[in-house]
């Protein structure tokens, strides 16, 4: 009785603070995203000169990779909350690996854009990418020390306990909304 | 809301685990409470370098001034003076109001009043004081780079803040800064309001909530919502000056493609103007209770108080544009920021009018929190009618940028929220140190204080208005700004007084933690959730959680026993 109490108030506490964080984390985007805006809306030519032969390629690799990297976190809560823990570490590991997989595909995306001569001084559409995208991967990082640390918690469980449900459900939310930030980002800086 | 006891812990032994890493929401309260008086001074004292290069021209600055400017025989060199009132406003309004409002009162008063045992997660708490420890560091480091510090205004827009007008590392270091100031005020914020949704005691509904919490919560929201717009601007903002991109820059400073430099102005004021009302809530909490309990009445409208907070903590996200008038906007813009600027004199007026009605026909008890309260009550009203002249497009294209402008804010947001702050510290003191300061001193303190700083801004407004821009180096260079020469002596005069009666504040408050007279439980005889228990208050607050049965301001009910004026929360509601 006791013990349901503490646990109704720990879901509750963690699900408020998860809220008011990534509220926070939305204002931090859409501030670039609102900045993205008033450039473009002011730009006599879009996009500007210059810029014309981006690639698709590396930046699509990061969408599927970061997609597939969030699935496959859904499908590890949707094991551990059945309880079948082996195949929920095999969803865990392949997220983390996925992840990796953006990380990297995130550097290929530079090294083509400095293959092309577009670097971060090259007007405001090269700050504007490499800047969003920088900020973006510094969160990646700490989204992956995350998996990393999960990975290490989940390493012998045998029995669900409340805290460690809760820490996967929250680090899966801040997961899921940089995979959905990075899609927003590709959208506007790459394909439109 | 499932009713739930956090655990008591055993009090920590090591000196290290007690007052240094400690996890308890009152030491981390004192921590920023330390924290906020020591940037207070060194903000003090870069307020009368300024006002002494703008009273005495030339004139070298008496007793370390050859020690700090050797090469010009101890006067204030001119980029030293960009330095001193852009370190003036960033120490203030970052590094001195902050932590002690939000950081000591936010964790030494929520926990207590809303009769909890500490904040909902304590390690994140103690966190956030040492990254903001952090973030001092990187502040006072900047100082000592090889161009000096930061430059370019507390609002370091670009161009000035680019590599362009502060080529030093120091604004770099400005910037960093204040971007880690603030993942430490976000995580302090998310706490907070965590803390107040979750962990109130039983029976305590939000309207029981004394309004200092009140105000301290609608703080913590709006940090969360608009402390990281800011940091997205701080972060663009290293991105131009480190690697070389182009957000900021344009025109001829551009070498390729235009950024746009007013855009970093949007993003500064969309968080610059619900910081305002993120230093000032606080204080107006605080000051709403006290002047309920030092009336000996409960508070005229507190539900109307606690809503129109919170109506224009929403008003607030919407007027930023108030700011850059001047910035060629079209006129529709203008003048929609305006009207809506304006909206906001209307909830203002109705908790203003509440606490004058809670002192109408009190029996008032002139203690130095209700002094200081009182001065809230003044100096805020002053404060607040200045901003109609500013918030209005046709009189603000004549002030913008004139001292007009630096009088109305130190009016809101200096004065209202230090002398706030006083009030908080004098009313506090017994529960936070177990002692009582004298009441003699505070009070003198109280009227230097007082008759200093309302020389200094309302000298402000007079030089504003006479069309003194706010941050020349030598404004008497121009013909027409000669006669205010002084007033502007006047007011520095008046600053050096407001300076020397800090110092009956601190003799008063290093000796009350010497030897204080120890203090009661409950020596105001209030009864919000904090004076049940012992002076300072124990390790885990309270031994059995509190339940509450009625609001925070139940005094003077004619119902209550012969002896007694007020009633705790704790107690059943008296009826005749
Ligand atoms: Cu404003």
Known sequence: ?192 | MAFYEQHIHEAPKTFLKKYVFSFDHKVIGKQFLWYGIFFLGIGGIMALMIRWALAFPGVAFPVFGNFLFPETGGVIPPDTYSMLFTLHGTIMIFYAITPILIGCFGNFCIPLMIGARDMAFPSANMLSFWIAVLSGAVLLASLFTPLGGAAGGWTSYPTLSTLIGSPGVGQTLWTLAIFILGVSSTMGAINYITTVITLRAPGMGYFDMPLTVWGLWLTAILNAIFLPVLGAGCLLLIFDRVFGTHFFLAGAAATSGNGDPILFQHVFWIFGHPEVYILILPAWGIVSDLLSFFSRKPAFGAKATALSMTSITILSTLVYGHHMFTTSMSPLLTQSFMTLTMTISIPSTVFFFNWLGTIWRGSIRFDSPMLFSLGVVFVFGLGGLTGLYLGTVTTDLYLHDTYFVVGHFHYTMAASVLLGGFAGIYFWMPKMFGVMMNEAIAKVHFWITMLGLNGVFMGMLFVGYGGMHRRLYNPFWYDFLQKLIPINTFITWSAILMGFGQFFFLYNFIHALLKGKKAEDNPWNVGTLEWTIPSPAPNYNFKDIPVVKCGPHELGNPALPEGRDFQYQTEELVKA
Request: glycine fraction near 6%; charged fraction near 10%.
């Open chain 1, 1 to 192: 009785m006791e013990n349901q109490k503490a646990k109704n108030i720990q879901t509750i506490q963690s699900s408020i603070t998860m809220t008011v964080l990534l509220v926070s984390f939305s204002m931090l985007f859409g501030t670039l995203f609102m900045g993205y805006m008033v450039y473009r809306v002011r730009a006599t030519a879009w996009p500007p000169m210059g810029m014309n032969d981006l690639s698709l390629f590396y930046p699509s690799v990061s969408t599927v990779v970061i997609a597939l990297s969030s699935i496959a976190f859904y499908f590890f809560e949707q094991q551990i909350n059945l309880k079948k823990f082996s195949p929920a570490r095999l969803y865990l590991l392949s997220s983390l690996f996925l992840g990796l997989g953006f990380c990297l595909s995130q550097v290929m995306v530079w090294k083509d854009l400095a293959l092309r001569g577009i670097t971060q001084g090259s007007g405001i559409f090269g700050s504007m990418i490499y800047g969003f995208t920088w900020i973006h991967i510094a969160h990646v990082a700490v989204g992956v020390t995350l998996l990393v640390w999960l990975v290490i918690k989940f390493k012998n469980v045998s029995v669900l306990n409340h805290q460690d449900s809760l820490k996967a459900k929250n680090v899966g939310m801040f997961w899921h909304f940089l995979g959905l930030v990075w899609l927003l980002m590709y959208l506007i800086l790459f394909v439109f």
